[in-house]
C-alpha cells in the first residue's frame, strides 16, 4: 500500500521561506518520479515541481529560481524548498509519485502553504 505523508506546511510571510517534506512508503523508492504539485480552491492542479529517478528536474516558470526539489533516497523523502515566497504561492501542497514525472500514479493529502502579504 502506497503512503505519501507531507509535512512542512504553514503560515509565512512574504519573501519567507518554507522546507516541505514528503516521506514515501509502499513503493521502489529510487525507481519513482516524485512530483509537487499545488491547488488553489476553484482551480485547477498545477505543477510546482518534478524530479526523475535520476534526477532529473522541472519546474514551471512561474517558481523557477524560487523553489528547490530535492530527494534523499535513503529516506524515501522528497523535499521541496520554497524561498522568496509570494501570497500567489497560498495553496494546499501535493505530493505525488509515479513511474514517469508525466505519469503519477499516488497522491498524498496535502499540506497547506499560506503566505500573508
Known amino acids: 500500500q502506497v503512503q505519501l505523508v507531507e509535512s512542512g506546511g504553514g503560515l509565512v510571510q512574504a519573501g519567507g521561506s518554507l522546507r516541505l517534506s514528503c516521506a514515501a512508503s509502499?513503493?521502489?523508492?529510487?525507481?519513482?518520479?516524485m512530483a509537487w504539485y499545488r491547488q488553489v480552491p476553484g482551480k485547477q492542479r498545477e505543477l510546482v515541481a518534478s524530479i526523475t529517478g535520476g534526477g532529473t528536474t522541472n519546474y514551471p516558470d512561474v517558481v523557477k529560481g524560487r523553489f528547490t526539489i530535492s530527494r534523499d533516497n535513503a529516506k524515501n523523502t522528497v523535499y521541496l524548498q520554497m524561498n522568496s515566497l509570494k501570497p500567489e504561492d497560498t495553496a494546499k501542497y501535493y505530493c505525488a509519485a509515479g513511474p514517469t514525472p508525466r505519469y503519477l500514479t499516488s497522491w498524498g493529502q496535502g499540506t497547506q502553504v499560506t503566505v500573508s502579504s
Open positions: 509502499g513503493i521502489i523508492f529510487e525507481r519513482n518520479a
